[in-house]
């Protein structure tokens, strides 16, 4: 079940990251799902490494950091994705 859930994760994080870059990403959405999941992976790391991943309440910066992590992962694809298909 962890498994589903890391995908609708991964899906949400990475959509609410191609959001918020500027233009228009011509990447598939399974790379999109994938960036999303290695985002909200690498996200929690850094908000364990900060010391901010259990606080009280919502946990904004935690969600914060895997949404950054996911939109410079997918800007970093996107290039090279984008070359590919030409």
Do not use: E, Y
Request: charged share 10%; glycine share 12%; hydrophobic share 65%.
């Amino acid at each position: 079940m962890s498994f589903l859930w890391a995908i609708i994760a991964g899906l949400i994080i990475g959509l609410l990251a191609k959001l918020i870059l500027p233009g228009r990403q011509p990447i598939p959405l399974w790379l999109t799902v994938i960036l999303g999941i290695i985002g909200a992976v690498a996200g929690n790391a850094l908000a364990t490494a900060f010391g901010v991943r259990d606080t009280g309440g919502f946990d904004w910066i935690r969600h914060l950091l895997q949404i950054a992590v996911a939109a410079v992962l997918i800007a970093a694809a996107t290039p090279v994705f984008a070359g590919r298909r030409r």
